[in-house]
């Protein structure tokens, strides 16, 4: 899938392409495994979407209980580890999740502990397979594109949030290999500040480095094949302390202090020798397919 038309200046970007930063020259499955791996995991993916109007008639507990499950179930049949580490997270409440972003992946991985709705790009809505399973979880979908639309959303997440719901954000707003990250935008946060809801940081770490980054031009397919060829791999998600709004007095400090949260883990961040941080500026190859 790739980029159709130029992308608006305002949008954030990252220097990671497919090559050289998705390479992986480690170790591979055999194709026979990797065959029934991607057959697995594309016939649990559909499983879900099959199931889910009879889990929209389960308590919202339940649902949430179901996505957990049948997350952890997509990522394990695509043959990907799964290790969770740091605080428990909280039972229920309103939520506004935060995490860095490198792969498709951290959608299920981030909802196998704290399942929400998803902000997500408009274009995802059109995907293969995994669209129409992001619409069915009530995914808030964002024309990036579109500058006036943005107040809209921010008002629906603070709308979810006020009401005792999870929303669940990359502020990034675009994939990096792992390797570097970009910073933290400051949107979503005011809707956190307006629904008065703590802040969750989240940090996603994949090992080994490459085979589940999912930037720049890359087609799904491509990366779907690395995944399920890839040996060993494994996918961390470290849940870190939330974040009260009534310490922060802006959506600006408050998408710093939760940028400082999720940094702030070196043992566990891969070497930043390929990519430094960089700001939202343009960028030649910019990742312009993930969720917002």
Same mark, same amino acid.
């Given at each position: 899938m790739t980029t159709a038309g130029p992308v608006s200046p305002w949008l954030p970007t990252a220097p990671c392409a497919p090559d050289p930063c998705a390479r992986h020259s480690g170790p591979a499955t055999g194709s026979v495994l990797a065959v029934a791996r991607l057959v697995a995991g594309i016939a649990t993916v559909l499983a879900g979407l099959l199931c889910a109007p009879l889990a929209a008639l389960l308590p919202a507990a339940g649902r949430r209980a179901l996505v957990r499950v049948w997350c952890r179930l997509v990522i394990r049949a695509f043959g990907v580890? =799964?290790?969770v580490t740091g605080v428990p997270a909280p039972a229920d409440g309103p939520l506004l999740v935060v995490a860095n972003h490198i792969s498709w992946l951290d959608v299920p991985l981030v909802a196998t502990v704290v399942p929400g709705r998803m902000l997500a790009k %408009? /274009? =995802? %809505? !059109? #995907?293969?397979?995994?669209?129409?399973?992001?619409? @069915?979880?009530?995914t808030l979908f964002i024309d990036r594109d @579109?500058?006036?639309?943005?107040? &809209?959303? $921010?008002r629906t997440m603070a709308g979810a949030m006020a009401g005792g719901g999870r929303v669940v954000v990359f502020p /990034?707003?675009?994939? #990096?290999?792992?390797? !570097? !990250?970009g910073a933290f935008r400051h949107a979503a946060f005011q809707a956190a500040l307006d629904a008065s809801a703590p802040v969750l940081p $989240? %940090?996603? $770490?994949?090992?080994?480095?490459?085979? +589940? +980054?999912?930037?720049? /031009? &890359?087609?799904? +397919?491509?990366s779907l094949w690395r995944i399920v060829a890839a040996r060993g791999l494994t996918a961390e998600i470290? =849940?870190? &302390?939330?974040?009260?709004?009534?310490?922060?007095?802006? @959506?600006?400090?408050?998408a710093q202090a939760a940028q400082r949260a999720v940094e702030s883990d070196s043992a566990k961040r891969p070497s930043l020798s390929v990519h430094q941080r960089v700001s939202s500026s343009p960028a030649p190859a910019s990742s312009a397919r993930t969720p917002a």
């Open positions: 580890r =799964i290790k %408009r /274009e =995802i %809505r !059109g #995907w293969p397979v995994l669209g129409p399973v992001a619409a @069915r979880g009530g @579109r500058l006036r639309a943005l107040p &809209d959303t $921010v /990034e707003g675009s994939t #990096w290999c792992g390797r !570097g !990250g $989240v %940090r996603l $770490v994949y090992r080994p480095v490459g085979p +589940a +980054a999912f930037v720049g /031009e &890359d087609p799904l +397919a491509a470290r =849940i870190l &302390d939330p974040i009260s709004t009534i310490q922060y007095p802006n @959506r600006r400090a408050l």
